[in-house]
């Protein structure tokens, strides 16, 4: 079954302690990418690549990395989470950057409290 | 600049229509998606619509797109209990070449039996 993973679901955790949300795709799709969404605001891209080893800022990268070894994974980093990063997360992956008449898959989302 | 509304709420009772309404600002996007969210899932696309079309339909669904207004639509037909979601609006902007959808805030479907 086509699907992205992210892991784990949900995940309280506390000011500064670094932490990392797995993302992971099996449809061999060029293009992956982190959105957070809070209430009122709809998703906002934090980061995305368009291929291996090819990672770019998104809309609201602040406090954010990411890496791109391989092709199916794209980790979210947060070095030193704050409050202001407590948001519900979802990776999504795409064929490539340009067809944008293809299907973009999400994950079923990873609720982050940051205390 | 890039944005999209969408109204926050509809109700609807079950076996009406729903009419769910989003505008843009980015009067080069190419494409104009529905992606639905049910509770504690992520988004599944519903449909898409290039810009140089007018409408789309797909079984209960159908999109009208307004380019001149830049107003989308979706309507679903005898809406069940079941299209009770979030529905988000979004679209992907000519002027960015980062690949990014723009969504919308999500509106909330609430179907009553």
């Keep these: 079954?086509?699907?992205?993973?992210?892991?784990?679901?949900?995940?309280?955790?506390?000011?500064g302690k670094k932490l990392?949300?797995?993302?992971?795709?099996?449809?061999?799709?060029?293009?992956?990418?982190?959105?957070r969404q809070d209430p009122g605001l709809g998703l906002r891209q934090i980061y995305y690549s368009m291929n291996v080893e090819v990672t770019d800022k998104g809309d609201v990268p602040e406090g954010y990395k990411v890496s791109r070894k391989e092709k199916r994974n794209f980790p979210?980093?947060?070095?030193?989470?704050?409050?202001?990063?407590?948001?519900?997360?979802?990776?999504?992956s795409r064929l490539d950057r340009a067809r944008m008449n293809t299907e973009a898959f999400f994950g079923q989302g990873t609720r982050l409290t940051v205390v | 600049g890039e944005d999209v509304e969408?109204?926050?709420?509809?109700?609807?009772?079950?076996g009406d229509s729903s009419v769910i309404n989003c505008t843009y600002t980015d009067s080069s996007s190419t494409y104009l998606y529905w992606y639905k969210q049910e509770p504690g899932a992520g988004l599944q696309l519903l449909t898409y619509i290039f810009s140089n079309m007018d409408m789309k339909q797909?079984?209960?669904?159908?999109?009208?797109?307004?380019?001149?207004?830049?107003?989308?639509?979706l309507?679903?037909?005898?809406?069940?209990?079941?299209?009770?979601?979030?529905?988000?609006?979004?679209?992907?902007?000519?002027?960015?070449n980062?690949?990014?959808?723009i969504f919308g805030q999500g509106t909330t479907l609430q179907v009553k039996p």
């Excluded at chain 2, 009770?84 to 979004?90: D, P, Q, R, T, V």
């Excluded at chain 2, 980062?98 to 959808?101: A, D, F, I, N, P």
Aim: some cysteine; proline content about 4%; hydrophobic content about 30%.
């Design chain 1, 76 to 92: 979210l980093i947060l070095e030193s989470p704050s409050p202001n990063q407590t948001s519900l997360y979802f990776c999504a």
């Design chain 2, 6 to 14: 969408q109204s926050l709420f509809l109700s609807v009772r079950e």
């Design chain 1, 20 to 35: 990392t949300v797995t993302c992971s795709q099996n449809m061999n799709h060029e293009y992956m990418s982190w959105y």
């Design chain 2, 58 to 73: 797909d079984q209960r669904l159908t999109v009208l797109l307004n380019k001149k207004d830049k107003h989308l639509s």
């Design chain 1, 1 to 15: 079954e086509a699907q992205v993973t992210q892991n784990p679901r949900y995940l309280i955790t506390v000011t």
């Design chain 2, 75 to 96: 309507r679903i037909a005898d809406t069940q209990t079941g299209d009770s979601a979030i529905y988000f609006c979004a679209e992907s902007p000519g002027s960015s």
């Design chain 2, 98 to 101: 980062t690949g990014k959808l």
